[in-house]
């Protein structure tokens, strides 16, 4: 069982930087984690995935390249995403989560991923 816990939300201007972290507790060494973010009537979106096995495997949305960076360390077990350049659209409900098992492919994919923290608020002023 894993359990994850966001933090470092808030609000920014736009142009402006935020990190998020999560916490994880259990087993996430060999996983795929991944940050996802939803805004009120709209649909969960990918954001960032990462091989925990192999760090320098990642995968971001399109919207965000260039601009968030997600990472991991395995010896504390906690997940970062670095937002840099914040837009509004930015905006959301972002989530950690973490697959179960062996991390394949670090997948934006939400039904792939078993679990989940309880997110942290970003709000980006323009």
């Known amino acids: 069982e894993v359990q994850l816990v966001e933090s470092g939300g808030g609000s920014v201007q736009a142009g402006g930087s935020l990190t998020l972290s999560c916490v994880a507790s259990?087993?996430?060494?060999?996983?795929?984690l991944a940050w996802f973010r939803q805004a009120p009537g709209k649909e969960r979106e990918g954001v960032a995935a990462?091989?925990?096995?192999?760090?320098?495997?990642?995968r971001y949305a399109e919207s965000v390249k260039g601009r968030f960076t997600i990472t991991k360390d395995n010896a504390l077990n906690t997940l970062t995403l670095q937002m840099n350049s914040l837009k509004p659209e930015d905006s959301a409900m972002y989530y950690c989560?973490?697959?179960?098992?062996?991390?394949?492919?670090?997948?934006?994919?939400?039904?792939?991923?078993?679990?989940w923290g309880p997110g942290t608020q970003v709000t980006v002023s323009s």
């Open positions: 259990g087993p996430t060494h060999r996983s795929c």
């Open positions: 990462i091989d925990s096995d192999s760090v320098t495997r990642t």
């Open positions: 989560a973490a697959k179960s098992g062996f991390c394949w492919l670090p997948s934006l994919s939400g039904s792939e991923y078993a679990y």
